[in-house]
């Protein structure tokens, strides 16, 4: 069973504009949570993560926002550029103490932003 | 400084062949885990070792599957009697002592015939 679901397999975005990608999760032992991009035949590169302790993080252009109660985080990107299409994953892990065990991974959702 | 390396990048073998896949992690990095990527799905955890034991290896699908660490760095993977549902992308990552996330490399895309 899916635990970390990204329901939008494609997204496409002008350039300039927000790109809003969505997942949700469903085990509520689930304390952390990270963004990876991943470009054709490279591994995936880590983003941005967020702690179940807070309901937003930044890191220049990326935000992403957490909504426990919703089960559900999204990961917004302003202003898109071309360079990110890529494919975007979002990834959740039940932290114990300081250790990062196993990430359960979505599907995956291909970002495509148009000149 | 150096990513996580795998090698082979390819490898293509038949039904029933034994196969070994090489992790070289970031240099210092304690913690190893082994994903693997099938078409059209997000990485699939196997296995993660802390430094030369596998704190978890409940990810592995079944007795054919086997990792190792032996020395807390550079980790194998290996398959025995390869089958076709075995095709897939194996990635690899790292992490430090304490850090929030896992550094991967570039994969080795298995093809089983």
């Known amino acids: 069973d899916q635990q970390v679901k990204q329901n939008s397999p494609s997204l496409s975005v002008q350039e300039g504009r927000i790109s809003i990608l969505n997942c949700d999760y469903t085990n509520s032992m689930f304390d952390y949570f990270l963004w990876y991009k991943k470009y054709p035949a490279e591994g995936p590169t880590f983003l941005i993560s967020?702690?179940?302790?807070?309901d937003k993080n930044e890191d220049g252009r990326f935000t992403v926002f957490l909504n426990k109660s919703a089960k559900h985080l999204s990961l917004h990107i302003v202003p898109s550029q071309p360079g990110d299409s890529a494919v975007y994953f979002c990834?959740?892990?039940?932290?114990?103490?300081?250790?990062?065990?196993?990430?359960?991974f979505g599907r995956g959702t291909q970002l495509t932003v148009w000149p | 400084g150096a990513g996580v390396s795998q090698t082979p990048s390819n490898k293509v073998t038949e039904k029933g062949k034994y196969v070994e896949l090489r992790c070289d992690p970031i240099?210092?990095?304690?913690?190893l885990y082994w994903y693997r990527q099938s078409l059209g799905q997000g990485p699939e955890f196997l296995i993660y070792?802390?430094?030369?034991?596998?704190?978890?290896d409940s990810g592995l699908p079944n007795d054919r599957f086997f990792a190792v660490r032996p020395e807390g760095s550079v980790s194998t993977l290996k398959i025995q009697r390869t089958e076709r549902g075995d095709s897939a992308v194996y990635l690899c990552?790292?992490?430090?002592?304490?850090?929030?996330?896992?550094?991967f490399g570039p994969g080795t895309r298995l093809t089983v015939l």
């Open positions: 070792f802390q430094g030369t034991g596998a704190a978890d």
């Open positions: 967020i702690s179940s302790i807070k």
């Open positions: 990552a790292s992490s430090p002592r304490g850090g929030n996330e896992q550094f």
């Open positions: 990834a959740a892990s039940a932290m114990r103490g300081s250790t990062l065990g196993r990430l359960y």
């Open positions: 240099s210092g990095h304690t913690a």
